[in-house]
């Protein structure tokens, strides 16, 4: 059994901050890398933000929110990941950047540390062929990861039956639940997610019921806590729309996007993130 003490990780943005959290919170060592200071601050205040909350609610002693967040240190180099038993990247969601990391870290890691992708869609296997194939592998996460506790386990063609056990493994040491998916674009969740928010985006475009009725319908119907307008509005358009593209290439026409979403994309209106999506957040 593989132990963790230390954890790199990669982008410190929702998920990158999150899953740093999650590392920290089990008593693990984690440094966390930006390209910039700023960015890599930014990622430990909002685990700042997130720990003083559950403070305020008297769901955490202020002792121990001081312990783990002196457990993360921000970076905007690869300093202190040398000595990292596992690396989680999470980062854009484009092929090259993520390449063109995984090829930084394999010069910088030590031997043994497993290089793993928080990716939502892109097959491990093409992850993989950058660097390590034998200790890479899929750990999708999801949002809110300090909350949510499924992930996604998926080993690439190349990835040794000692690299997938670890990745379980390492789930688990952090409070997660780990299932184990075939390397296949979407893996299992997304795949499905994305297959019923297409759907909701059909139904507005054809007319069929409105965006609060929708969402309505979905969490009382359901049983879903929100529904998937407000849901595409929390992961962002954007992302979605480079989510969809994959699934495209991989199934065909059934996960194109229709109109109603390509003009919420073209208006710019891309989620909570930008203010306004398929809800308007200025108010």
């Not at 480079?242 to 209106?269: Q, S």
């Amino acid at each position: 059994m593989k132990t963790f003490q230390k954890v790199g990780v990669l982008g410190a943005g929702m998920m990158g901050a999150e899953i740093a959290l999650c590392c920290a919170r089990a008593g693990m060592d984690v440094v966390m890398k930006e390209i910039t200071r700023e960015l890599a601050d930014q990622g430990k205040k909002r685990i700042d933000t997130i720990l003083s909350k559950q403070v305020e609610k008297g769901k955490l002693e202020a002792s121990e929110k001081t312990a783990i967040l002196n457990r993360v240190t921000a970076v905007d180099t690869y300093s202190g990941f040398e000595n990292a038993d596992l690396v989680i990247e999470a980062i854009l969601e484009v092929l090259e950047i993520k390449h063109k990391a995984y090829k930084e870290l394999d010069e910088i890691c030590k031997p043994d540390c497993i290089i793993a992708s928080n990716t939502s869609s892109i097959s491990i296997t093409r992850l993989a062929s950058a660097a390590r194939q034998d200790r890479f592998i899929g750990l999708h996460f999801f949002s809110p990861a300090s909350i949510m506790k499924l992930v996604e386990v998926i080993p690439g063609l190349l990835s040794s039956e000692e690299t997938i056990a670890a990745g379980m493994e390492f789930c688990q040491a952090i409070g997660k639940t780990p299932v184990k998916v075939k390397n296949v674009e979407g893996f299992v969740v997304n795949r499905i997610l994305c297959a019923l928010m297409n759907e909701a985006y059909k139904l507005l475009d054809e007319g069929v019921a409105t965006i609060e009725d929708i969402d309505t319908a979905c969490q009382l119907g359901l049983g879903h806590p929100v529904g998937p307008f407000r849901l595409s509005d929390n992961i962002s358009l954007d992302l979605l729309d480079k989510v969809h593209g994959i699934l495209t290439g991989a199934y065909g026409e059934r996960f194109k996007l229709p109109n109603a979403f390509r003009e919420k994309l073209d208006a710019g209106h891309i989620g909570r993130k930008a203010g306004q999506g398929w809800y308007d957040y200025r108010k």
